[in-house]
């Protein structure tokens, strides 16, 4: 008997550790799934708001949504520590939403999605630099041959005709080193903070400025003379709900049930989505923008590969 319930305790387990790993890809692709429509969510935004306007209404509706959840915690947050909260908030969310919106005024959302997966090289740059992540010979080279597939990227898209701008890839990249000094910021500063009060704290930080701005422009105005306002606020809302409330949650319980390199390999899997998505809306894709992605993947690969000991 004592064997048999061993056995059953073993097949229990073994059950157990197999619903785990379904449920973490599970968790792995509904965020890439998240993350890789955000893209063509803010182009559908722009069709009747500008750029400025897209980045404040998604800002202000994230920080309205996430208020009510952490504003009985904000005391909880160390008062050293604020001037952390302000970073992320300001290069995790303020800064690169804006970037975003500007940067699809001229480049494809596919484009945008593509150029974005280089944030987890850029925070192995930004970490080795000034917070003492440990850099290889072998990072040294994925970031070269990161770099290389975006410089082809954005020399590609100078032949796209869907381009009009196509040097506002440029803004993508800033956004990405943006994202990369917060994650190095959460990462080493303020990891003590429960994850949910710290995205609610940074947010106001990025919506309250935003939302002051927003209702100083023409917003409200636009309803009544852009004919599609109603459906753009529409996407823009479903952005910010998705893309920056409910995504953080299911991130970091991700990391939780496996591991921060696991939780990372979503890098890989929003380009093809940010593709996808642009097929749909009939935005150019050829296979020299694969071969580059390809590129680019592989020097994300080099920058994060850890052997297994």
């Not at 995504?247 to 979503?266: E, K, P």
Request: proline content about 3%; some cysteine.
């Amino acid at each position: 008997m004592p064997f048999t319930s061993e056995k059953a305790n073993q097949a229990r387990k073994a059950d157990m550790q197999a619903g785990s790993k379904v449920m973490r890809w599970v968790y792995l692709l509904v965020l890439a799934s998240m993350w890789g429509s955000s893209f063509i969510l803010m182009k559908r935004g722009l069709v009747s708001f500008s750029a400025n306007q897209v980045a404040a209404i998604r800002m202000f509706i994230s920080c309205m949504v996430m208020l009510p959840f952490i504003a009985s915690h904000l005391k909880d947050i160390p008062k050293q520590l604020w001037l952390f909260v302000m970073a992320t908030g300001l290069l995790g969310n303020g800064i690169p939403a804006y970037l975003f919106t500007h940067a699809e005024t001229g480049i494809s959302g596919s484009m945008a999605g593509m150029l974005n997966s280089l944030t987890s090289m850029f925070t192995l740059v930004v970490g080795s630099i000034f917070f003492a992540t440990q850099f290889n010979k072998r990072h040294f080279w994925g970031v070269i041959i990161g770099f290389a597939g975006a410089a082809s990227l954005i020399w590609l898209n100078t032949e796209d005709t869907q381009s009009t701008e196509p040097w506002k890839g440029v803004y993508v990249l800033i956004a990405t080193v943006c994202y990369a000094f917060s994650v190095n910021i959460l990462r080493n500063k303020l990891a003590s903070i429960n994850a949910i009060t710290l995205t609610g704290a940074a947010l106001l930080f990025a919506g309250i400025p935003s939302g002051i701005y927003l209702f100083s422009t023409d917003f409200v105005s636009r309803f009544h003379t852009e004919p599609l306002a109603w459906n753009s606020f529409f996407y823009i809302a479903l952005l910010a709900i998705m893309r920056t409330v409910i995504s953080t949650v299911l991130f970091n319980h991700l990391i939780r049930i496996s591991s921060a390199l696991y939780a990372s390999s979503v890098t890989y899997l929003i380009p093809f989505v940010a593709v996808l998505w642009g097929l749909y809306d009939n935005e150019t894709f050829n296979m020299f923008y694969l071969l580059a992605l390809f590129v680019i993947l592989t020097g994300i690969y080099l920058t994060n590969y850890q052997k297994r000991v």
